[in-house]
């Protein structure tokens, strides 16, 4: 058997196996997929039918994020951890054909006063389009830091790394009852004001600094923690994913370990909109994923939230759900899924292109990827017999 064979048989039938780079002519969205075991591209023609991808990079690595800069579209970030080197970044500026180590990758100062090190390098965010070469990482433990030279050479935002409310807002070092562990993910930047930014712990809410980092504040009133004995804590909650809308930044949403959210601020109280989805479904996931033109349509793929959590869809029957009304109601959309499935899909793997119709791409933890051309009205795998799946990301180029 051919090499080429061999490789389209490990995917799909009719997924086109590449080199390094891709063809001229698949002009359409390009997904970058971050796995258990490595990295792979994706990309499609401008029809989002016909699909090729690359060899894997970094085969056998963990890597849990990978972006392209939108303000470049040249840069790419990954986040990687690697047997040889531990957690670290890599920085691509040829779409992932070559790549090159940070020279100083995100790490806790010297001497740290809680004894931390980085384990994870988690999740990544570009900054405000004012600040080109700007980008902030969340880790594990949770520290966040900041590059001002494209991933380069990584710093600690001390404003929140050296906060002192940090040990009780991080509950340190008591941080490993989630499955993952600790993680600081969903660092979002206001699009109106670069100092104006948010993240998500994992095990202890979502904060707000007003200020680039300089100081912080918990934003978690109405978010229940159901597994606390005060299920109504100032923070302690334990979001997976949240999200700030594009177009109207006053508006973000979140999955959570405890429900689907919505806020609009200036309130600073979150409403459970997951109340409104089908009891025997529950509001409990891990993705949340926004309309870029509609604030009010928004994505979630439930997960069992029983007592087990067996992260799998609820009852083996995967589906992805949609409200167009802010939350009020939700719909099924499972056209093209299987009729049993058991697996579920992590916080950074799924992601929409900003085509008309919207196209959306979700990775799940059995290895596949599934897109829909129609904004989740149909759904076909485009990849199968992947690594575990940990991040998909939509790259314009």
Not at 373 to 379: C, N, R, V
């Amino acid at each position: 058997m051919t090499a080429s064979a061999h490789d389209t048989h490990l995917t799909r039938p009719d997924l086109e196996p590449v080199g390094d780079r891709m063809p001229d002519d698949l002009d359409g969205p390009v997904l970058l997929v971050g796995t258990r075991k490595g990295a792979f591209v994706m990309a499609a023609d401008a029809a989002r039918d016909r699909w090729a991808i690359t060899p894997p990079r970094f085969l056998g690595h963990i890597v849990q994020h990978l972006v392209l800069d939108p303000r470049d579209r040249t840069t790419m970030v990954m986040a990687c951890k690697t047997g040889h080197l531990g957690p670290t970044v890599f920085r691509s500026t040829d779409l992932g054909v070559t790549w090159t180590e940070a020279s100083r990758p995100p790490a806790f100062v010297a001497g740290d006063a809680h004894g931390r090190a980085v384990r994870t390098v988690f999740w990544l965010t570009p900054a405000h389009t004012d600040q080109p070469g700007v980008w902030y990482a969340g880790t594990s433990p949770q520290g966040l830091f900041r590059s001002d030279d494209g991933g380069d050479t990584w710093s600690p935002v001390s404003g929140w790394n050296d906060h002192p409310m940090w040990g009780e807002w991080a509950e340190w070092p008591d941080t490993e009852g989630t499955p993952d562990g600790s993680l600081l993910h969903s660092v979002m930047v206001d699009p109106r004001d670069p100092a104006h930014l948010y993240v998500g712990l994992s095990g202890g809410g979502v904060f707000e600094s007003t200020d680039g980092g300089v100081d912080w504040r918990p934003m978690n009133a109405g978010c229940t923690v159901d597994f606390l004995p005060d299920p109504n804590p100032e923070w302690g909650q334990d979001p997976h994913c949240v999200r700030m809308h594009p177009t109207n930044p006053d508006r973000l949403y979140q999955q959570s370990h405890c429900g689907i959210y919505r806020i609009d601020r200036p309130s600073e109280r979150w409403e459970r909109i997951g109340a409104n989805m089908p009891a025997e479904v529950g509001d409990i996931g891990f993705p949340i994923e926004l309309h870029p033109r509609d604030p009010d349509t928004a994505w979630v793929f439930p997960m069992d939230g029983t007592e087990v959590w067996p992260r799998t869809s609820p009852d083996g029957r995967p589906a992805a759900y949609v409200t167009h009304d802010a939350g009020a109601t939700w719909h099924r959309q499972d056209n093209g899924f299987p009729a049993r499935g058991w697996f579920t899909v992590k916080r950074q793997a799924m992601c929409s292109d900003g085509g008309s119709p919207l196209g959306l791409y979700l990775g799940t933890t059995s290895g596949e990827i599934w897109a829909s051309a129609d904004e989740g009205q149909t759904w076909r795998c485009i990849a199968a017999h992947l690594p575990e799946v940990y991040s998909v990301e939509v790259a314009h180029r």
